[in-house]
């Protein structure tokens, strides 16, 4: 809805909605739809979607744009300004965009950031205290942000389920974020299955991907001459109905299909397996803990990256008045020295630890946290980290070796 309250209701997916399976294998997520039929969208009529969006009570509607050199959500006005014809290439410690001659708007796998930016900000402030003169009391006030509507397009699957992962994080238990509640709730989510996995996705090892079945509102196949559509919530199936598309064909859903086949089949990494709790904690004296971290720089790319972490750090900047100070919030890493410091002293002194706390948490600790691993497999930590260390041959060469006495 516009901020002054005019104009028609947003189709907002309503949180509480949220529906979590026993599976431990299963991400938490939005039930899929299973009644919701598919419709065709004609790539010459694709603005039809952006504006039924924007009527729908939309105004910022963001998508994948081309820009410096990787693929980010930005705001789109028309679907020309959608990354046409554009390719990735990942390979561990590489991005490269370039240009085919056709028409397919979402040909690629993902860029450097999933939808965490706009759920968890990666700088923000949460309350602010000031005090108006000498004497007096400083006044506290929390920091009240109101997000606009906004439908995201271009979402994969691997990025709903990581999503799916921070609502556990952020919304749940006694005390939820009200900051990463209210953003989550501004979002309508047009998710697009992936049909060009790059070399360093493997969402098909870790049950995400890459097919869309849960998390979203709608969700587009992409074939040649356009869309099809379906809707994943009550939010997405009134805008579908809106929209008064002819049925796909059973050829074109077929089609789709085939895509979503040949996709899962193209992923060559993968995790060997989804419980690797128990293998990893056994290795926690392995050696290879120490080659990765002879390699590791401790920059902390991955984290930034990765769409499932959420630690940050608490600051205050104070006026040099001494009048007003502002308390923020901002993303920090397990890779930082000081995201170990305690009690003056280092826990994670050393980059082995680092890495070795990174990992375990992402694939073992979280299974007690929150009930499954926290890899999607995206792949994003592969690509961006700059000496190209890769979670998955990490984990295989970890898991070949034998398995260590803890020490007691
Ligand atoms: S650990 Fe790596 S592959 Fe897994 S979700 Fe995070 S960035 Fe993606
Ligand atoms: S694994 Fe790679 S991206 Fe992550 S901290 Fe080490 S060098 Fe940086």
């Known amino acids: 809805m516009p901020r002054d309250g005019t104009g028609p209701a947003p189709v907002i997916p309503n949180p509480i909605q949220i529906k979590y399976y026993g599976n431990s294998s299963a991400p938490a997520c939005y039930a899929p739809d299973m009644d919701s039929e598919t419709r065709f969208l004609p790539r010459t009529d694709a603005d039809q979607l952006l504006e039924r969006l924007r ?3 939309f105004p910022r509607i963001l998508g994948p744009v081309a820009r410096d050199g990787s693929l980010v959500f930005s705001p789109i006005h028309q679907w020309s300004q959608l990354p046409a014809g554009i390719r990735d290439m990942q390979t561990p410690g590489t991005y490269r965009l370039h240009r085919h001659a056709d ?8 860029g450097p950031q999933a939808l965490k930016p706009l759920t ?3 700088r923000e402030l949460l309350w602010r205290a000031e005090r108006h003169h000498e004497t007096a009391a400083p006044v506290f006030e929390h920091a009240e942000d109101t997000p ?3 439908a995201v397009l271009g979402i994969r699957a691997c990025d709903l389920a990581a999503l799916a992962l921070q609502e556990k994080h952020f919304t749940h238990g006694r005390f939820p974020d009200p900051f990463f509640g209210r953003r989550r709730r501004s979002l309508f989510l047009i998710a697009v299955h992936c049909s060009h996995p790059a070399s360093t996705c493997f969402c098909a090892s870790t049950g995400d991907g890459p097919t869309v079945t849960r998390g979203h509102d709608l969700v587009l196949a992409e074939l040649d001459e356009g869309y099809l559509i379906s809707a ?3 939010g997405g199936r009134r805008l579908l109905k809106d929209m008064a598309l002819p049925p796909a064909t059973a050829a074109q859903v077929q089609w789709a299909e085939r895509a979503s086949a040949r996709a899962t089949a193209a992923q060559m990494r993968h995790l060997p397996g989804r419980h690797l709790k128990q293998p990893i904690h056994d290795r926690l004296e392995a050696r290879h803990w120490s080659r990765v971290g002879e390699r590791c720089l401790s920059c902390g790319n991955c984290t930034a990256v990765c769409p499932t972490c959420f630690c940050h750090m608490e600051l205050d900047e104070p006026a040099l ?3 007003r100070t502002e308390h923020l919030r901002q993303w920090s890493s397990c890779f930082n020295a000081e995201h170990s410091y305690m009690g003056h002293f280092l826990v994670r002194s050393d980059t082995r630890l680092r890495y070795r706390q990174w990992l375990t948490h992402k694939l073992a600790g979280w299974h007690e946290q929150y009930g499954r691993s926290g890899c999607v497999g995206c792949g994003r930590c592969i690509t961006w980290c700059p000496v190209g260390i890769d979670i998955t041959a990490e984990v295989a060469a970890l898991l070949a070796e034998e398995i260590h006495a803890q020490p007691s």
């Open 232 to 234: 994943g919530s009550r």
């Open 148 to 150: 606009e509507p906004t």
């Open 103 to 110: 028409p397919l708007c979402f040909a690629w796998a993902n």
């Open 120 to 122: 968890f900000a990666g």
């Open 55 to 57: 009527v729908s009570g």
């Open 321 to 323: 008045s001494g009048h």
